[in-house]
């Protein structure tokens, strides 16, 4: 057994890849920080662990199993510590940079490698006892061993990375930018410090567990219940364990609303009554895919999905009226049908078996209708501080034309018709659009309209009708907006683009083109929606060129 001491070097910094061939745009955009990315990042499109000091020696200075001590050094994206043994990066889940550790070494690639913690030998001040029983197995959390102030800042500081790396903007206050030369040089970009949560707890309105058989008698709450025979099997539901398809059966989940884990654990019991047997994806055999909860924080109403492999659902008279008898908030029992070979959670068909075919929930004021395929953001509360900074950034007088792109159920667009001329929005999924004009005249807002399409179709057909708007707000799903979109903006020439994203490399990326097509990125407001995991969102201000001259010499 090996003892090596780890040597901290001063780059953790990640090369990227955010997954475009941007074509004939420039070298930064087109790279987007797509040099060296590790093997095992297997999500081309999120930002990729460090590139290794010693990329290209072929005999890594450690072997599998080895035990080693490790100076942590950073973090990745992804939330693992980074350490430097002999020079020789290693990633460590559950490590926090300035900590030291002892590991093992459990996988070596040729230029990196895979440790599991052992013991902390030196604590960072930023750890702290995770609360939640089954962190350490479940992977839905990646940072409840650190201090939530420090999430805050370790967000700000990933979103200057892209901005910075892949971008290659200047952020006011640091040491980065990248650009060559003085021509190059671009101004520096306020990042303003996270927005938090008071209390980062139990925030989620939605829940999609997938389901699992195990052995009846292993798993806590089975014993007692009066249980069909399915060969000694019974349903359970959970997390997938890190980096795994292995269920996790779990009674609680410290971010979920109460509601979702009560009517999770309520859906298990009586499933497991009725002798419901869960999908199993080696065979393809079984019904029950995944039980998705969500609720509205305000008005309290629930829904519940059953995401079925298959149509028929045995006994579903009997477990509507058990769910009913049991759950009283709950407004809307819908089947979804998923019978494909995937691990996309919903499939085509879309069924109401009981109530109504959405729930209501409310956001400042505004009532939205939200049906089971639509997207809602899962944390309402910082929700309404990203979308009125957003509605700030657009700095509405009551006259503009403003395009919201990727507009979901109409959220957005709702906050910003009521201090704007006109909002048009676009999204693909029609069952959204129809709860946006729903949502529309719901909240009696006549000036906005909505068309189901993908943005970067019907965008440019728009601009041939001749809409010619004031401002553009973008929130696109994590890979970003499409290239056709960002040619229309920039064809379009909006006075102003509000960027909200959730994933800062393939923000980054896209504000480098805007940049390069006459843009200038003002200012971003990371905003924390999803305490304790390691996923960042952002709302940027971008303003045309002339714009900035206006407001300057005004
Ligand atoms: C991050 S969500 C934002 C939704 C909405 N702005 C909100 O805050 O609730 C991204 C949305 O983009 C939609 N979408 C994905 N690809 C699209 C495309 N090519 N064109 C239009 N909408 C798309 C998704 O269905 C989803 O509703």
Redesign the pocket.
């Known amino acids: 057994m090996s003892k090596i001491k780890g040597s901290a070097k001063s780059n953790t910094g990640g090369k990227s890849s955010v997954g475009r061939n941007t074509g004939g745009r420039s070298n930064a955009a087109r790279n987007a920080g797509g040099q060296s990315k590790p093997a095992r990042n297997t999500e081309a499109k999120s930002v990729g662990r460090s590139a290794p000091a010693n990329a290209g020696s072929i005999h890594a200075p450690v072997n599998k199993n080895d035990d080693v001590t490790v100076e942590i050094i950073g973090l990745t994206h992804e939330g693992e510590g980074v350490g430097r043994a002999d020079g020789f990066t290693l990633f460590i889940q559950g490590a926090l940079p300035g900590e030291t550790v002892h590991a093992r070494v459990m996988k070596v690639k040729k230029t990196y490698g895979y440790a599991k913690l052992l013991e902390i030998v030196e604590p960072s001040a930023d750890r702290v006892e995770a609360p939640c029983a089954i962190y350490k197995q479940c992977g839905g959390c990646q940072l409840q061993h650190m201090d939530y102030a420090a999430q805050l800042k370790w967000k700000r500081q990933h979103v200057i990375d892209s901005l910075e790396r892949i971008g290659k903007l200047r952020v006011a206050g640091t040491e980065g930018g990248t650009a060559d030369n003085e021509d190059d040089a671009r101004h520096a970009v306020v990042v303003h410090p996270t927005i938090g949560m008071g209390e980062p707890w139990r925030y989620r309105n939605k829940a999609s567990v997938p389901m699992g058989m195990a052995i009846s008698g292993l798993i806590s709450g089975a014993e007692g219940l009066p249980q069909p025979d399915l060969n000694g099997e019974h349903l359970i539901g959970g997390f997938y364990a890190r980096g795994s398809h292995r269920i996790i059966d779990m009674d609680e989940c410290l971010i979920q609303h109460n509601s979702n884990d009560d009517i999770v654990a309520k859906v298990k019991a009586i499933g497991r009554e009725l002798g419901i047997v869960a999908y199993n994806e080696e065979t393809g055999r079984g019904l029950l895919r995944h039980v998705m909860a969500r609720v509205g924080f305000v008005t309290g109403e629930a829904m519940i999905v059953l995401i079925t492999n298959g149509s028929r659902i045995p006994n579903v008279e009997q477990w509507i009226s058990r769910i009913r008898e049991e759950i009283p908030s709950v407004t809307s029992i819908v089947q979804n049908i998923n019978k494909r070979d995937t691990n996309v959670i919903f499939g085509d068909e879309t069924h109401v078996l009981w109530g109504s075919e959405v729930i209501y929930d409310e956001l400042d004021g505004i009532r939205f209708a939200i049906s089971a395929r639509?997207?809602?953001?899962v944390n309402p509360v910082q929700?309404v501080a990203?979308?009125r900074k957003a509605v700030e950034y657009a700095a509405l007088t009551g006259n503009e034309q403003v395009i919201?792109?990727?507009?979901?159920?109409g959220?957005?667009?709702l906050f910003l018709a009521r201090q704007a001329g006109h909002v048009h929005g676009?999204?693909?999924?029609p069952e959204?659009i129809e709860d946006a004009k729903r949502n529309a005249a719901l909240n009696g807002i006549a000036n906005a309209s909505f068309e189901a399409?993908?943005?970067?179709v019907?965008i440019p057909r728009w601009r041939q009708e001749g809409i010619v708007p004031d401002v553009i707000v973008v929130?696109?799903?994590r890979k970003g907006c499409?290239e056709a979109?960002l040619d229309t903006i920039l064809a379009m020439k909006p006075k102003r683009v509000v960027y909200?994203s959730?994933n800062p490399a393939t923000l980054a990326r896209d504000l480098h083109v805007l940049e390069d097509g006459g843009y200038r990125t003002v200012e971003v407001q990371p905003v924390d929606m999803f305490p304790h995991t390691v996923h960042v969102e952002s709302v940027v201000l971008l303003l045309r060129n002339e714009t900035v001259y206006q407001i300057a010499y005004k």
Do not use: K, M, N, R
């Not at 676009?426 to 999924?429: C, L």
């Not at 399409?453 to 970067?456: H, L, M, N, T």
């Open positions: 639509s997207f809602y953001q929700t990203l979308y919201d792109a990727y507009c979901g159920i959220t957005i667009s676009v999204e693909i999924v959204a399409g993908p943005a970067e019907v929130d696109p799903p499409d979109l909200v959730c």
